[in-house]
């Protein structure tokens, strides 16, 4: 699949994506540029679907530093998404640069204290 001119807004620099490979490695910094960055649908301050709601409010209970980007906002990214994390749905979240899961996936791992203890192993290192 080609993007043209996807832009999304993320920090002070629209990041554009011209094609297959420079989406990937546009996604690649996007994933990397903070230890805890979540794609959903809508924003931390006005989540606009129960799914991405509750892995916003798992993140804030445990008051950890976070990043979101809106995917309703950019459709191509929307569905690049889906192809680069190979994950259907959203929300997506990913911890250190790495997909961790969906919201039923974090919903468990915060269960469990999985997650709980991946997020102070990563933000203490
Ligand atoms: N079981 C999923 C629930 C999320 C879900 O089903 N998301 C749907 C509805 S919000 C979705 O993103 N569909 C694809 C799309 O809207 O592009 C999870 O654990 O994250
Ligand atoms: S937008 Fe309808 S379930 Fe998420």
Redesign the pocket.
Known sequence: MEYRHVSISFGVEPLVMYNSYHYRTTLDKVVTSQKVVLFM?GTKEFPQ?G?SHTVVQILKSLNVPFETINILENDML?QGLKEYSNW????QLYIDGEFFG????TVEAYKSGELQELLEKILCS
């Open positions: 649908k679907c799914f929307r259907p749905t959203f929300p969906g919201c039923d996936i």
